[in-house]
């Protein structure tokens, strides 16, 4: 199904579409958000915001781009917003100056920080896929994976007999390393 078929579902007010557009889209983008601040609280507040401003302006969403970058920039105006209130002032997220990360990245210089460095940065890349892979084929995996369910629970989510939710598990595992290997590719160029 479509990114814009859902959001015309949306649209009408059908309630299972927005029963997808949460399910496909809240885990992904609690990803993004625990990424850039850190703490699961503070990340579930802020998707819980995006995805009620979300739902609020879907009708602006003009499908020019992907409906998962569109939410990401609203989540990111979000832990901007989250990160004021709680300071009381107007921050920058330090991901926004290549500079500031640059420089901290080079700021390692033993192997144990390395180490944690490379483990960081394979866990993005992970996170960069994941948000990128369609919404069932991401849950499929998380919760295979991540969260250790049984193909025979993810098929009963996803109203799927165990075989065909095996087969999407096999899809995904595919769509995930073939991004993988893209992305670990453009790291190193």
Do not use: N
């Amino acid at each position: 199904m479509s990114e814009r078929d859902l959001v015309r579902r949306m649209l009408a007010g059908r309630e299972r579409a927005f029963e997808e557009f949460f399910d496909g889209y809240f885990p992904a983008l609690f990803r993004f958000a625990l990424a850039r601040t850190g703490d699961e609280g503070v990340a579930e507040d802020v998707v819980q915001a995006t995805m009620t401003t979300a739902i609020r302006k879907i009708g602006t969403w003009r499908g020019e781009a992907a409906l998962f970058t569109w939410l990401c920039t609203i989540c990111r105006h979000e832990i901007g917003a989250q990160l004021e209130r709680a300071r009381g002032r107007s921050v920058a997220l330090v991901e926004d100056d290549p500079a500031i990360a640059a420089a901290l990245a080079s700021l390692s210089a033993d192997d144990d920080q390395d180490a944690a460095l490379a483990r960081g940065e394979t866990t993005r890349l992970v996170h960069v896929v994941l948000d990128r892979l369609p919404p069932r084929y991401a849950s499929a995996l998380e919760w295979k994976y991540i969260d250790g369910i049984s193909v025979k629970e993810i098929a009963d989510r996803l109203q799927l007999t165990a075989k065909a939710a095996e087969s999407l598990l096999t899809r995904a595992r595919d769509a995930f390393r073939d991004g993988f290997a893209i992305v670990t590719q453009g790291e190193k160029a």
